[in-house]
């Protein structure tokens, strides 16, 4: 007797096992490589033959002649082995203390909040086309470019609010930066 109720459930459970642990995630991969191959594979960003990033995961960029991205706190700075918020409360003198740092290093004010508040994950591909616009004076002058030439260049890296009303203008901060290296390569 108990071989006859054991037998179902093991043949179930190996069943779905085969089904949902193999074949769907295998089916799911297939449709992902024909319909999205550049996203399935990292959306990630070239140089020639070499890649240089990811599209979805921010870098540290800190010269004067790139756009800077939202600062993070992983160590070292954007590190994907490591990505977390602080965890520091709205009250705590420590992330008080952090955020008038960031606010004191952007430079102009007023500052973008984005610029002195850290990410939740640390990894934030994107700023606000305000905070990219805000940083054209000092990309410009590191670079000897034009302001308007630097605000073009971000604005090839720049997309829309999402469905045309969902949010703000952003930025892909890899990408700008890319840009204006081609404009001085």
Do not use: W
């Amino acid at each position: 007797m108990l071989l006859s109720q054991l037998r179902p459930a093991l043949t179930l459970l190996c069943g779905f096992a085969l089904l949902l642990g193999v074949a769907y995630p295998l089916l799911m991969t297939g449709i992902a490589q024909v319909i999205f191959a550049g996203q399935a594979n990292g959306s990630l960003l070239r140089q020639g033959d070499v890649i240089v990033g990811s599209s979805l995961i921010g870098q540290n960029f800190t010269a004067p002649g790139y756009l800077h991205a939202r600062p993070s706190v992983t160590d070292p700075a954007y590190n994907a082995a490591s990505s977390g918020a602080s965890n520091l409360g709205p009250s705590s003198a420590s992330l008080l203390a952090s955020v008038r740092e960031r606010a004191a290093a952007f430079g102009s004010a007023p500052v973008p909040s984005e610029m002195a508040t850290a990410s939740a994950s640390g990894l934030d591909p994107h700023i606000t086309a305000e905070a990219a616009i805000r940083q054209v004076p000092r990309i410009a002058e590191a670079r000897g470019l034009t302001p308007e030439v630097v605000t073009n260049a971000i604005g090839s890296a720049t997309s829309g609010p999402a469905f045309g009303f969902v949010g703000h203008s952003i930025v892909n901060v890899l990408k700008a930066n890319l840009a204006l290296d081609a404009l001085n390569g």
